[in-house]
């Protein structure tokens, strides 16, 4: 491993995706390693616009605040509840409910006509990542773009995607530590945004979804190695995921199989051993970390289940042997519908070069059938939208898709809720609105169980006891 000098490399963005992403990289000192607990809050004032956002903020005592509203979901039923109450205190929930008692002397936010929710939790973004209409182009820009402005533009991507109601994501791929450092920006209160588990980047093969390749041999830099995720044999993937987790990463993610976006791989391709994979898997674990497996295609997404995979991305050709085998490990699929929606250019024609356009192509014809038949089969699913793939803070988008093929608009909202939180191991923290978890707290106007689409409107934002966003108007 090189890791002394700057030098041009390629650092593959991925998942759906996978165009390379050439920077000015050099290795960092030791990762400001964050757990992904939730933050410390900071002060519930904002709603009064007396506490600002800054490094500063959550210092005293906060106050306590009562939100009142016309209706409450609380994840935990399949129904919500009228003129819900939820009292908030040191950024933690104090009490839930109709007849939640409200303290003397509480700051009491009546929302009105509008249904509280959990903050909602998406299992798959890339926060450092933008994707256009336009293929080629994008990989320009990543070639042009450094590490600073890179990062700028993270903030901004953060930004949106908490104003829409995500008080938690899971950064499932990154580059030049832009993640870590996001999160922890954001932990520290000097930028806003979701609280964020990070993987720092995908582990792969060579060649692979995670390599980034498409280019010439040495045309935008080193060959990566496992400062960039790629390895060959269980020890080296060992090593690699030892190297992530040192360098902050709160999760692992391996690309299984191809990937829609990258252009040196075909999709439905295995791409590591299933003695690599057991290896990723296993280090994982050991040091407390859950696993993510970018799959497509069929067989590799089975040799990850079988290695103990927390969760399958994409999941697009799985099969039934794969599904049952999911159902029977308790194995997660994020499904990233929305995705599939923005990469195959249903919602905006896309320019893609021929062979990514056939493989989106390909993925999305599959991937409907193959989450219907999870559906069947009672295979648990968490939300992740992917997205980059779709801009950034429009996430919400996928609940539409998850009742089109399905789901319950209450078991939609679930999946972003407690079935998250549960796959992020935050179950104890986040996910449904209770006394003791954190104050993540979002509505949204009229009622989700009648019209899904009503949480692409979110118009209060409350993350970790601060106020972010109140009558539709951010902070
Ligand atoms: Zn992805």
């Given at each position: 491993?090189?890791?002394?000098?700057?030098v041009?490399?390629?650092?593959?963005?991925l998942?759906?995706?996978?165009v390379a992403?050439?920077?000015?990289?050099?290795?960092?000192?030791?990762?400001n390693r964050?757990?992904?607990?939730?933050p410390p809050?900071?002060?519930?004032?904002?709603a009064?616009?007396?506490?600002g956002?800054g490094?500063g903020?959550?210092?005293g005592t906060?106050?306590?605040?009562?939100?009142?509203?016309?209706?409450?979901f609380?994840?935990?039923?399949?129904r919500?509840?009228?003129?819900g109450?939820?009292?908030?205190?040191?950024?933690?929930?104090?009490?839930?409910g109709?007849?939640?008692?409200?303290?003397?002397?509480?700051?009491?936010?009546d929302?009105?006509?509008?249904t509280?929710?959990?903050?909602?939790?998406?299992?798959?973004?890339?926060?450092?990542?933008?994707?256009?209409?336009?293929?080629n182009?994008?990989?320009?820009n990543?070639?042009?773009?450094?590490?600073a402005?890179?990062?700028?533009?993270a903030?901004?991507?953060?930004?949106?995607?908490?104003?829409?109601?995500?008080t938690?994501?899971?950064?499932?791929?990154?580059?030049?530590?832009?993640?870590?450092?996001?999160?922890?920006a954001?932990?520290?209160?000097v930028?806003?945004?979701?609280?964020?588990?990070?993987?720092?980047h995908m582990?792969?093969?060579?060649?692979?979804?995670a390599d980034?390749?498409?280019?010439?041999?040495?045309?935008?830099?080193?060959?990566?190695?496992?400062?960039?995720?790629?390895?060959?044999?269980?020890?080296?993937?060992?090593d690699a995921?030892?190297?992530?987790?040192k360098?902050?990463a709160?999760?692992?993610?391996?690309?299984?199989?191809?990937?829609?976006?990258?252009?040196?791989?075909e999709?439905?391709?295995?791409?590591?051993?299933?003695?690599e994979?057991?290896?990723?898997v296993?280090?994982a674990?050991?040091?407390h970390k859950?696993?993510?497996?970018?799959?497509h295609?069929a067989?590799?997404a089975?040799e990850?289940?079988?290695?103990?995979?927390?969760?399958?991305?994409h999941?697009?050709f799985?099969?039934?042997?794969?599904?049952?085998?999911?159902?029977e490990?308790?194995?997660?699929?994020?499904?990233?519908?929305?995705?599939g929606?923005?990469?195959s250019?249903?919602?905006?024609?896309?320019?893609?070069?021929?062979?990514?356009?056939?493989?989106?192509?390909?993925?999305?014809?599959q991937?409907?059938?193959?989450?219907?038949h999870a559906l069947?089969?009672?295979?648990?699913i968490?939300f992740?939208?992917?997205?980059?793939?779709s801009?950034?803070?429009?996430?919400?988008?996928?609940?539409a898709?998850l009742?089109a093929?399905?789901?319950?608009?209450?078991?939609?909202?679930?999946?972003?809720?407690?079935?998250?939180?549960d796959?992020?191991g935050?179950?104890?923290?986040i996910?449904?609105?209770?006394?003791g978890k954190?104050?993540?707290?979002?509505?949204?106007?009229?009622?989700?169980?009648?019209?899904?689409?009503?949480?692409e409107?979110?118009s209060f934002?409350m993350?970790?006891?601060?106020?972010?966003?109140?009558g539709?108007?951010?902070?």
């Amino acid at each position: 491993m090189r890791m002394r000098s700057p030098v041009l490399r390629l650092a593959a963005w991925l998942c759906a995706c996978g165009v390379a992403l050439p920077l000015l990289a050099r290795a960092q000192g030791p990762a400001n390693r964050s757990a992904p607990a939730p933050p410390p809050p900071a002060a519930a004032g904002a709603a009064a616009g007396t506490a600002g956002p800054g490094p500063g903020a959550g210092a005293g005592t906060p106050a306590v605040v009562a939100l009142k509203a016309a209706r409450l979901f609380d994840g935990r039923s399949d129904r919500w509840v009228r003129n819900g109450v939820v009292v908030t205190a040191g950024g933690k929930i104090q009490a839930v409910g109709v007849g939640a008692a409200i303290p003397p002397g509480a700051q009491v936010i009546d929302l009105g006509d509008v249904t509280l929710l959990p903050g909602f939790i998406d299992c798959h973004t890339h926060l450092s990542f933008e994707a256009s209409d336009d293929y080629n182009r994008d990989a320009l820009n990543r070639l042009r773009r450094g590490v600073a402005e890179a990062a700028i533009r993270a903030t901004a991507n953060a930004r949106h995607t908490l104003m829409a109601g995500f008080t938690t994501v899971r950064d499932l791929g990154s580059a030049e530590f832009i993640d870590v450092g996001l999160r922890n920006a954001i932990r520290d209160g000097v930028i806003p945004g979701p609280r964020m588990l990070v993987a720092v980047h995908m582990l792969g093969a060579r060649g692979g979804h995670a390599d980034g390749g498409g280019w010439a041999f040495k045309r935008v830099g080193e060959e990566p190695g496992i400062d960039r995720g790629i390895a060959s044999g269980p020890e080296q993937f060992r090593d690699a995921v030892r190297f992530a987790v040192k360098y902050g990463a709160d999760v692992i993610k391996v690309g299984a199989t191809g990937g829609v976006l990258s252009l040196s791989d075909e999709v439905d391709t295995p791409q590591v051993t299933q003695a690599e994979m057991d290896a990723i898997v296993d280090e994982a674990h050991r040091l407390h970390k859950r696993a993510a497996a970018h799959a497509h295609g069929a067989t590799g997404a089975k040799e990850a289940i079988r290695a103990g995979i927390d969760s399958i991305e994409h999941g697009s050709f799985l099969d039934d042997e794969g599904l049952r085998l999911m159902k029977e490990r308790g194995t997660f699929l994020v499904p990233t519908l929305l995705a599939g929606e923005y990469a195959s250019g249903r919602v905006v024609p896309r320019h893609y070069p021929p062979e990514i356009a056939a493989k989106a192509a390909a993925a999305v014809a599959q991937r409907s059938a193959t989450f219907r038949h999870a559906l069947e089969l009672g295979v648990k699913i968490a939300f992740g939208t992917d997205s980059a793939v779709s801009p950034h803070g429009l996430n919400a988008k996928e609940f539409a898709l998850l009742v089109a093929h399905g789901m319950t608009p209450a078991a939609a909202l679930r999946t972003a809720m407690g079935a998250a939180a549960d796959l992020l191991g935050l179950a104890g923290q986040i996910g449904t609105l209770e006394a003791g978890k954190q104050a993540d707290v979002i509505a949204v106007p009229g009622d989700p169980l009648a019209d899904v689409t009503v949480t692409e409107r979110v118009s209060f934002v409350m993350k970790g006891g601060q106020i972010w966003k109140a009558g539709g108007v951010e902070k």
